[in-house]
């Protein structure tokens, strides 16, 4: 049996999809099971992730878990949205029957400052695998399709906006990339130890270059819009976001700025081919023509 957390997330649900379509037993915690779309071959456990009572439901006769907290913006700080909502899940693990989990975490490991979501990510791999499990840390780039939270400014601006000049080079990968990769290693686990993947898809870009792609794609002018990160900061306040963890996003941008991303060259990306291109005509033209 595999434990997904999250299934209703960007990632979640498709690590979900590629499970049943092998035929995995499957177990999902949701704290709204509404928005599952019902399937007899899902056991449901209706709950929190971070709640003791709901891990003790949830565990019984699991081997294997997919284990991301989601990160809740309205939580106090980020040690709160992913250390805490780790406890009783780490808590739990030495006296359960699960051997391996896989996580989704992020690049950073070394780097000597404050790094807001990133520093506290690092802090959950680092609490599972004391446990004793095998792990594997899935250690994650810049998420491009977090763009398409701005779906609204790009089609009514023709602008997305990003605390980054617009010439820096990150690397970004594509959340479909990370999901099969999660769902291959729960689907066979014959693996050990406690180890991070970097996943940094196919090629780093700019945020210029990147509003050429979308400009091509979608056939009209998209411009990349550099905020401050005071101005940033208080976009994400006006999002829903504590101060907390506001500050949190402003330190881990502003890590990415400095180089954090650029820790780790991993000797081969191929297993992250989904370009921002590919992406693009894929998800986001669709979204924005609707």
């Known amino acids: ?4 957390t999250t299934p209703t997330g960007d ?3 498709r690590v979900l999809a590629r499970l049943l379509a092998a035929d995995t037993p499957v177990r999902v915690i949701a704290r709204d099971p509404s928005r599952l779309a019902p399937d007899p071959r899902i056991d449901v456990v ?16 699991v081997t294997g878990v997919f284990w991301l907290p989601p990160g ?33 975490s992020a690049l950073g490991r070394g780097w000597p400052k404050p790094a807001g979501q990133v520093t506290a990510t690092l802090a959950v791999d680092d609490m599972i695998a004391q446990t004793g499990v095998h792990y594997r840390a899935l250690a994650c780039a810049s998420l491009m399709d977090n763009i398409a939270r701005q779906s ?29 990769i999660a769902a291959d290693l729960l689907l066979d686990l014959n693996w050990a130890g406690a180890e991070e993947r970097p996943l940094l898809g196919p090629e780093d870009l700019s945020f210029d270059e990147m509003a050429a792609i979308m400009s091509e794609v979608l ?28 500050q949190a996003y402003v330190e881990m941008f502003t890590a990415k700025n400095e180089g954090m ?11 992250t081919p989904t370009t921002f291109r590919m992406w693009c005509e894929a998800e986001l033209r669709p979204l924005i023509e609707g």
């Not at 049996?1 to 997904?4: A, S």
């Not at 040690?79 to 989704?104: D, M, W």
């Not at 023709?158 to 820096?168: E, H, V």
Request: net charge negative; proline share 7%.
């Open 261 to 271: 991303d650029h820790l780790v060259a991993p000797s081969s990306r191929r297993d």
């Open 152 to 180: 609204d400014p790009i089609r009514t601006l023709g602008r997305f906006f990003q605390p980054t000049p617009g010439n820096l080079k990150l690397p970004h990968v594509a959340k479909g990339d990370v999901a099969r």
């Open 72 to 104: 809740d913006p309205s939580l106090p700080s980020a040690e709160a949205a992913y250390s805490g909502v780790s406890q009783a899940f780490c808590t739990a693990l030495p006296r359960s029957e699960v051997t391996h989990v896989v996580g989704i």
């Open 11 to 13: 990632i979640g649900h």
């Open 219 to 246: 056939g009209r002018e998209i411009e990349a819009v550099e905020l401050t990160m005071a101005q940033f900061g208080q976009m994400m306040r006006d999002l829903g976001a504590s101060d907390g963890m506001a």
């Open 1 to 4: 049996m595999i434990l997904l």
């Open 46 to 61: 209706e709950g929190s992730m971070s709640d003791a009572a709901t891990i003790a439901r949830a565990l019984p006769g």
